[in-house]
């Protein structure tokens, strides 16, 4: 059945719309823009300030999940208003937070309150206009999740710089001002977010024949999906891709402040102006790597379409592991940032594959309910990677760097272990049943 599309939206607008709002969800990212500011204003140790960043996401995972099951029910438009609201909020109480120097309350206000707005807003616009495109999955979702990858970079080059000068650094003034913004642009976007009318389909597209065994998968309840050997192992591939790159995105720029001091003249450090400029080459990382970030989302969405998901994420996984071994042996700024910058290609390119990946798998029916669920690994990662790098900036200073190196290479060793198990043909839409590996 194919719907008259004289009455419909123009589904290039909601797909335009659903990137705008997570183009700004997508500032969160930025987080170590502040880190050492927010740090430094209130005696906070590093790990006591990642919480933040690490509730947010965390709590982004569960709402997500939450949203997922709830999306058909509530609808697109009211989700995403929801969520871009929520986020807003949390930067507005994480404001109030820093002019009192409460941390828990920042961590309510951005952790929890603006997590949770983060779920909402994420998970909508990825369901939605992947329902508008089903000629062009891969490629509609990757172009979505690259509005997310692409916040950093407004966020660290154009607006906290832009609001650092206008209020003098009053990082309280900061955090206000971003929160009335992310609200003005938010919650006109989301109004846009609607579902097709049930039977859409594109002028001219001719849908594939359903397998049996695609049928019975896209037939299977949320239950068994969730519960399902092909869940398990894709909800753990993105686990681990996500550990290694949420560790780079939680501390990027500290990471690289830390290896350009090493070689500096000690007594230089004390210079306003070299700490301005140790924060500018922070920024710089920062914006550089999440536009690899965002366009990791839309590549390897793309390649994912045409090599399978499970020989992306193969691939993605296997060359990071080279890069972070590598790490370990650089001691020059700009190698370091060229190989974030990859590492952050390939954060993103999980998340361009991954919506595909989960309508190949459970069909469109399902999709919003199971992405959701798939999800809660980046709620789980936020909590991992982001802690692990805290604790050895705290306790281990000296040697930070070079543990982190190692310890994402041991985590890349074991989704890749899992990712070079899996049969790639049981994976291709109508191949195997959702137990199958």
């Known amino acids: 059945m194919q719907t008259k599309e004289q009455n419909l939206p123009n589904r290039w607008l909601v797909a335009i719309m659903g990137t705008l709002l997570q183009l700004c969800l997508g500032t969160v990212y930025a987080w170590s823009y502040f880190q050492n500011p927010i740090m430094a204003a209130n005696q906070w140790s590093n790990a006591e300030t990642a919480w933040t960043f690490s509730l947010a996401i965390f709590f982004l995972g569960l709402s997500a999940a939450w949203g ?3 999306l058909p029910k509530l609808g697109p438009r009211r989700l995403a208003m929801s969520g871009g609201f929520l986020f807003g909020l949390g930067s507005l109480v994480a404001a109030y937070a820093l002019s009192s120097q409460n941390l828990f309350l920042l961590w309510l206000g951005y952790g929890v309150i603006g997590g949770v707005g983060l779920g909402f807003g994420y998970v909508t616009p990825v369901a939605t206009v992947a329902k508008w495109f089903p000629d062009k999955k891969g490629l509609i979702t990757g172009m979505v999740v690259m509005g997310f990858g692409f916040g950093a970079l407004v966020m660290s080059k154009v607006l906290a710089p832009l609001c650092m000068e206008l209020t003098g650094g009053n990082l309280v003034l900061v955090f206000f001002y971003v929160g009335l913004i992310m609200l003005a642009i938010t919650l006109p976007a989301g109004f846009f977010l609607v579902n097709p009318p049930a039977g859409y389909l594109p002028q001219g597209y001719i849908p594939p024949a359903v397998s049996a065994a695609q049928q019975i998968s896209e037939d299977a309840t949320v239950k068994q999906c969730i519960f399902s050997r092909k869940f398990a192992m894709m909800w753990t591939i993105f686990f ?5 790159g949420i560790m780079f995105i939680s501390f990027q720029s500290p990471l690289l402040q830390g290896l350009l001091k090493q070689t500096m003249d000690p007594a230089a450090l004390s210079d306003p102006q070299v700490g301005a400029a140790l924060a500018a080459a922070g920024a710089t990382l920062i914006a550089a790597s999440s536009l690899f970030n965002g366009i990791g989302r839309f590549f390897w969405g ?4 045409k090599i399978g998901r499970v020989q992306a994420f193969r691939l993605i996984l296997g060359t990071q592991l080279v890069v972070f071994i590598a790490l370990q042996f650089v001691n020059t700024p700009l190698i370091f940032s060229a190989l974030v910058c990859y590492i952050l290609l390939c954060y993103g390119g999980g998340f361009g594959s991954m919506p595909s990946f989960v309508l190949d798998i459970f069909g469109p029916k399902n999709m919003p309910v199971i992405y959701g669920a798939i999800l809660t690994a980046w709620g789980c990662a936020g909590i991992v990677g ?9 306790y281990f200073a000296q ?9 994402a290479s041991v985590i890349l060793f074991l989704g890749l272990s899992i990712a070079l198990a899996l049969n790639n043909q049981k994976f291709i839409p109508g191949k195997g049943s959702i137990h199958s590996l």
């Open 399 to 407: 040697q930070a760097a070079r543990y982190t190196f190692i310890s």
């Open 386 to 394: 982001p802690q692990i790098v805290a604790y050895l900036q705290d």
């Open 68 to 70: 997922g099951v709830k």
């Open 302 to 305: 793309g390649l994912s379409d």
């Open 240 to 244: 681990f891709n996500i550990i290694a």
